[in-house]
């Protein structure tokens, strides 16, 4: 019936998508959703893609749901090129998802005023619908949000001040038993904004601490793990060379890396869960996981699989792990012979992959 013929277009139009974003063709892929008005499903493949200009573009004419993100993102480009102008009319705009004196918008501000510190030039803010630096001083004093009151300290022009308020914020967060992305990332994004140059080395440092760790995590609830290893281990070194306390331990640290290295490499989590277990001066409780999830990537006794998968696997909070490492059928690198994450390159006889980036050094 017709009900049956609709549902089998999407599964083939969803395959074919699927098969197109794993050869790298984004805007294909796009197409294939378009195809069956699925706008989200055609964002996502174009912003896996790294196609963020044509994301953008799609989502602002079909008035696609959180197509702020992608503005802001296109607004960030053009600040790295000094081209201020065009990322203000892009953010300032409420067509493309966020508008005049919107929170993005003062965002964008902050970034500005710290590139020309100490005698920031606000002619180039007028018409955003923003208040005076002194407005915000005021206000930032009064203010209860942390978050908020961090934003406004930039907008008056004390980065120091805004800097201690999100180190403050980030240290109580932490510190709790549970917590998760969206506890931090408000107000990382607003110490995105900070002019780390400014502040003292042992400020800097714990700033910068916060942000590799923190990004560490993101990388691994969205699933990039090229990057995940090389986050984790600045933010372990800049913990080892400096006295301020982390609300995180460095074996926490570890441990989460290597929980979610065993979905990519079972042998290298193997070989550093182990490390983690045996080591004295980790304590008790993390040591105990360890072993239990050495105990799971090395299958003995196989009755501790099903309690090894919800107990003790130390990972952060609301993380689907890895978004790119699940396919029906995995492909393995020629070059590593490792599991490809991700989109695959298939090599003339159409069986052979390799992933993008072993693509361009070959």
Not at 38 to 46: C, G, R, Y
Request: proline share 5%; hydrophobic share 45%.
């Amino acid at each position: 019936d017709k009900r049956a013929s609709s549902q089998q277009l999407h599964v083939i139009r969803s395959a074919m998508a699927e098969s197109y974003a794993q050869k790298g063709e984004a805007a294909w892929a796009a197409c294939c959703h378009l195809s069956i008005d699925d706008t989200h499903a055609a964002v996502v493949k174009l912003v896996k893609g790294n196609e963020m200009e044509l994301a953008a573009a799609l989502s602002w004419a079909l008035k696609v749901r959180g197509r702020g993100q992608l503005t802001e993102h296109l607004a960030r480009l053009a600040e790295a090129e000094d081209d201020w102008a065009v990322s203000f009319s892009l953010i300032a705009d409420p067509e493309k998802g966020c508008g005049r004196a919107s929170f993005e918008v003062m965002l964008a501000a902050a970034r500005f005023l710290g590139t020309s510190y100490p005698a920031p030039s606000t002619s180039a803010l007028e018409g955003l619908g923003l208040d005076t630096s002194e407005a915000y001083a005021s206000k930032a004093e009064r203010e209860t949000d942390p978050p908020t009151r961090a934003l406004y300290y930039l907008l008056s022009g004390q980065q120091d001040k805004a800097a201690e308020a999100g180190l403050q914020c980030l240290r109580q967060v932490m510190r709790a038993a549970a917590w998760c992305e969206e506890d931090v990332w408000p107000m990382m994004r607003v110490m995105q904004c900070v002019r780390a140059t400014l502040l003292p080395r042992i400020v800097r440092e714990e700033l910068l601490a916060f942000g590799f760790y923190i990004g560490g995590l993101r990388a691994i609830y969205h699933g990039y793990q090229p990057v995940v290893s090389f986050l984790m281990e600045q933010a372990r070194q800049l913990l080892r060379s400096n006295t301020f306390e982390f609300p995180v331990p460095l074996s926490l640290i570890s441990l989460q890396e290597l929980s979610y290295k065993q979905y990519a490499d079972s042998a290298e989590a193997c070989n550093g869960l182990q490390e983690v277990a045996s080591t004295e001066w980790v304590p008790n409780d993390l040591r105990q996981a360890a072993a239990t999830m050495v105990k799971f990537c090395t299958g003995l006794p196989p009755q501790l699989h099903c309690a090894a998968l919800t107990e003790n696997l130390v990972v952060p909070s609301a993380a689907a792990m890895p978004s790119g490492g699940s396919h029906s059928a995995p492909a393995y690198s020629y070059v590593t012979g490792k599991l490809i994450n991700g989109q695959a390159h298939l090599l003339e006889d159409g069986k052979t992959a390799i992933a993008p980036g072993e693509a361009v050094m070959l």
